[in-house]
């Protein structure tokens, strides 16, 4: 009988703690989301700057080695290469593919998206560096939320499995 | 590649599915907001008509047209842009219409763009040849001005005359400003086939670009399209200077137009071409009307 409440014991709690993991992932995917989005904007701003490379290259490149950015942005590259929807179109369908995003991140990037290759250098310099600060601000309370809300979170599950347990025994 | 090749969809596939008799002689494509897109030959024009394309353009449309074409990076075509165009690989050229946004008094973009119109860049062989069996007898010396209104082959004859001269062996250097010569595609590749021995100054302003062939490059022949007024001559004559023949090419109808412009009158009184060789568009386009040689200075 024991050794049965030790094994619901554990299973219980480790589920609680895998359920409050669970629960944290929303918060931990959009700061690696918006960490690699961070990254992108500072790969692309010399590639559009100093290289004037087209933008479907351009996109790719700045995405490369990222886990979550490059795939998406691969197949954006291939939806533009076949010139059969708008820019603004591929890039909105692009976010829509892209988890971890939340509404107002999503916000800020089909504005970079908006005017994103339709003007001079001198305007996606200062277009890149606003989607930038945008980004930064989104990450710091991203990593804020996360620290807060994902640990508390985190913390109640542990704590209800714990609350079961001790119901239990 | 075929221009329609760069367009978005449904106009691709309009174009695409255009008669063999129009897809082969069409010159231009003009897309004009509000109005129809209409199709250019030599002697006809017809309306698009496609199941699938809009019955006007709207400025959306062409907005989205010229991202397309542009691969959505008109920050890398500025410069062309600036003067009135962008060239797609393959040399074949699209005027944009827009208004200019000036900065200090230089045109620093285009907005609000209302038409576009697309030039079909057709590469040809042989005509040069011809060219220069003709020019021979008339002058020994090898530097030409092909000259005609807009439309009447310069270019493709200018084309074909820097790969005749080429495959003889001649060291040739296009100093390409508007990459329509070589037909720039990209990473090193050109549209154009001209010959062993050319080298394309790909992008480069024709004064600095011939001021670079003649440092660096050794040249016997500098090409250049359309050239200006006085300093695009003055670059032309520093070529002549260094033993350089220039093949290029000029906007005029006739040679009084060209005297009628000082620059010119002086550039031709100086024998800065031995041949200049005016071009018509009948029976087609790229057809010598005549040569012109100008009088020995003694």
Do not use: C
């Not at chain 1, 479907?56 to 590259?77: F, H, I, K």
């Not at chain 1, 290469?81 to 990037?109: C, H, K, S, T, Y």
């Not at chain 2, 137009?257 to 018509?280: E, G, M, S």
């Amino acid at each position: 009988m024991i050794a049965v409440k030790l094994a619901a014991s554990v299973l219980i709690l480790a589920s609680t703690f895998g359920l409050g993991k669970m629960a944290t992932g929303p918060y931990q995917l959009r700061v690696h989301t918006l960490e690699e989005w961070l990254r992108f904007v500072s790969h692309l701003h010399p590639l559009i700057e100093w290289k004037r490379m087209p933008l479907p290259q351009a996109l790719l490149q700045a995405a490369s080695g990222q886990r979550l950015l490059s795939p998406v942005l691969e197949v954006l590259g291939q939806e533009l290469g076949r010139r059969e929807i708008a820019f603004e179109q591929a890039w909105q369908i692009m976010l829509n593919r892209l988890p971890g995003l939340w509404e107002e991140d999503q916000r800020v990037l089909v504005d970079l998206g908006r005017a994103l290759g339709m003007s001079d250098v001198q305007y996606q310099r200062a277009h890149l560096a606003a989607a930038r600060a945008e980004l930064e601000r989104l990450l710091r309370d991203a990593r804020v939320e996360r620290a807060q809300d994902g640990r508390l979170l985190a913390a109640l599950f542990s704590a209800f499995g714990v609350m079961i347990l001790i119901l239990m025994l | 590649m075929e221009p329609w090749h760069y367009l978005p969809e449904p106009w691709r596939q309009a174009l695409r599915e255009l008669p063999r008799d129009l897809s082969a002689t069409v010159e231009e494509v003009r897309f004009r907001v509000g109005r129809q897109v209409f199709l250019y030959g030599a002697d006809w024009i017809r309306p698009l008509s496609h199941a699938l394309i809009p019955d006007r353009v709207s400025f959306g449309e062409l907005d989205r047209i010229l991202g397309a074409l542009v691969e959505h990076s008109l920050y890398a075509r500025m410069e062309e842009l600036r003067q009135g165009y962008i060239t797609l690989p393959g040399g074949h050229r699209v005027g944009v219409v827009g208004r200019a946004v000036l900065k200090e008094g230089r045109i620093e973009t285009m907005r609000e763009i209302s038409g576009l119109n697309l030039r079909i860049g057709r590469p040809i062989e042989g005509p040069g040849q011809q060219l220069t069996e003709r020019v021979q007898d008339l002058t020994a010396g090898g530097s030409w001005l092909l000259v005609s209104p807009p439309r009447a082959g310069k270019t493709t004859l200018l084309r074909d005359l820097v790969r005749y001269r080429s495959n003889q062996g001649k060291r040739v250097v296009v100093v390409d400003e508007r990459s329509e010569i070589a037909g720039f595609g990209g990473a090193g590749v050109f549209g154009h086939d001209l010959g062993y021995h050319t080298d394309v100054l790909d992008g480069w302003p024709k004064v600095e670009g011939v001021e670079v062939a003649l440092r660096t490059l050794g040249p016997e022949i500098i090409a250049i399209d359309e050239l200006g007024g006085r300093t695009d001559l003055d670059a032309v004559l520093r070529a002549r200077y260094a033993g350089v023949e220039v093949l290029a090419t000029v906007h005029a109808r006739t040679i009084s137009d060209l005297f009628q412009r000082p620059p010119w009158r002086r550039a031709l009184r100086q024998r800065v071409f031995d041949a200049v060789i005016f071009l018509t568009v009948l029976p087609m386009v790229g057809t010598v009307d005549h040569v012109w040689v100008p009088p020995s200075i003694r």
